[in-house]
């Protein structure tokens, strides 16, 4: 059964950069059926998506952070990872990996797999 | 930017039926999908496009979209349900928005 884990570091310090990884087990992240994407919950708050990436490589982000976000792909590792700049205390949040299928080549569906999260605080 | 509106609460007695509303402007016209995330937990998913449950969510969850209000209906409502819940679209097929959540209460 598919699985994904969420790693990284916990503590970033305000202007610096987010970097977590999210390891995909049990499956390949290799398919045209799925993408791949990753949302975050500030504490006592709602789910915000972050961004999405396709299996042709195209990635889509929120407008709200898209000037600070990076989503890549690493196939050979099985392993997709998101980088967020610049960050502040309103970054601190769990953050969330997570599977979607494709409902045709450019229409995305529901995400169907979620990693646990990992809380990452912004503070120095 | 698309905007999805939920109840911050609903309150069900236990063994009645539940109905979280989803509003946004022609949201009949989209795909949505709900999440059920309980305190500490990753969210799952309980009906996706529109109406459609996941294998292992049961029967008593459903769901029905038109107009500007999508609903996700909770039948004979256990204690287990009490949750929050999440309606998720995709803006032109490149933007995720979520709802802002609904807190489900099985009184």
């Known amino acids: 059964q598919l699985q994904l884990q969420e790693s990284g570091p916990g503590l970033v310090k305000p202007s610096e950069t987010l970097s977590l990884t999210c390891t995909v087990s049990?499956?390949?992240?290799?398919?045209?059926?799925?993408?791949w994407g990753w949302i975050r919950q500030p504490p006592g708050k709602g789910l915000e998506w972050i961004g999405s990436?396709?299996?042709?490589?195209?990635?889509y982000y929120n407008p709200s952070l898209k000037s600070r976000v990076t989503i890549s792909v690493d196939t050979s590792k099985n392993q997709f990872s998101l980088k967020l700049s610049s960050v502040t205390a309103a970054d601190t949040a769990v953050y969330y990996c997570?599977?979607?299928?494709?409902?045709?080549?450019?229409?995305?569906?529901?995400?169907?797999?979620w990693g646990q999260g990992t809380m990452v605080t912004v503070s120095s | 930017s698309y905007e999805l509106t939920q109840p911050l609460s609903v309150s069900v007695a236990l063994g009645q039926t539940a109905r979280i509303t989803c509003g946004g402007n022609?949201?009949?016209?989209?795909?949505v999908h709900w999440y059920q995330q309980k305190p500490g937990q990753a969210p799952v998913l309980v009906i996706y496009?529109?109406?459609n449950r996941p294998s292992g969510i049961p029967e008593r969850f459903s769901g029905s979209n038109s107009g500007n209000t999508a609903t996700l209906t909770i039948s004979r409502a256990q204690a287990g349900d009490e949750a929050d819940y999440y309606c998720?679209?995709?803006?032109?097929?490149?933007?995720?928005?979520f709802g802002g959540g609904t807190k489900l209460t099985v009184l």
């Open positions: 022609n949201i009949g016209s989209k795909n």
């Open positions: 990436i396709y299996y042709s490589g195209s990635t």
């Open positions: 049990g499956g390949s992240i290799s398919s045209s059926s799925y993408y």
């Open positions: 997570a599977r979607g299928w494709m409902v045709t080549a450019t229409a995305p569906g529901a995400f169907d797999i």
């Open positions: 998720q679209v995709w803006d032109s097929s490149t933007a995720g928005v």
């Open positions: 496009r529109d109406s």
